[in-house]
């Protein structure tokens, strides 16, 4: 089975904050990819990042950054310099071979960046 | 020019209605999707349409069908509408292809129909 974890239910930061959302997955397969997707207030689900299981390299675009570690099976995300327009539930997820394209997603955390 | 567009945006209805939301991808993608987000923001595959064949059918009462007449439509309809169906349904698509190994595709999203049944 397959499974995605995000412990933080709700963060709450101040403006220019550094602010870190975890995430821990579950899967018996080796070739996987994991995703995070951000829900603003207006609803829509945006695309922020794909990694595959192969590729263990951290990811930084802008004020974003990636932090994946198989040996902890997590696949973090970091705000720095939080601003109130990242407030919004931010969704990991993932999928593997054996599953085709169903995704997992984990049940999000909202985040709050607070003026 | 968006580019996975349903309708409608809101249906509020009441209960024992049937009612449908239609979804249309205009990016040429093989594959389409049903995911259910309850009041709890949590997101549910509900089913998963690659080139018109069902590939994913999780566990949803028969009152919900999905129908794909062509690979750019799947609609939904769902028969005896009742109060815990009330959530946001959301379509998407990816250009992932059965026969494709490559599972690095992203899923593109819909703005969601939300259901209120009363």
């Known amino acids: 089975a397959q499974k995605v974890t995000q412990a933080q239910t709700e963060i709450s930061v101040v403006e220019k904050e550094d602010v870190t959302l975890d995430c821990v997955y579950e899967t018996r397969d080796t070739t996987y990819y994991l995703f995070w997707y951000k829900q603003p207030p207006s609803g829509e689900l945006v695309f922020l990042i794909r990694?595959?299981?192969?590729?263990?390299q951290n990811e930084i675009s802008g004020r974003y950054s990636w932090n994946f570690q198989k040996s902890t099976s997590s696949f973090n995300f970091t705000i720095t310099a939080s601003q109130v327009v990242d407030s919004a539930v931010y969704f990991c997820a993932l999928t593997s071979d054996n599953y085709g394209q169903n995704f997992v997603f984990g049940p999000g955390t909202r985040l709050s960046v607070l003026p | 020019d968006t580019a996975v567009s349903q309708t409608p945006k809101y249906l509020v209805t009441q209960m024992g209605n049937d009612k449908s939301i239609k979804c249309e991808q205009n990016l040429g993608h093989d594959t389409m999707y049903w995911y259910k987000q309850d009041s709890k923001k949590f997101l549910k595959i509900m089913f998963s349409y690659n080139n018109k064949e069902l590939i994913i059918n999780e566990t949803v009462p028969n009152r919900f069908s999905p129908k794909s007449p062509d690979k750019a439509h799947l609609n939904l309809h769902i028969n005896s509408l009742e109060l815990g169906d009330s959530a946001v349904y959301f379509c998407a698509s990816s250009p992932w292809d059965k026969g494709s190994r490559d599972l690095n595709e992203k899923l593109f999203f819909g703005s969601g129909t939300q259901l209120s049944v009363l």
């Open positions: 990694r595959n299981s192969f590729d263990e």
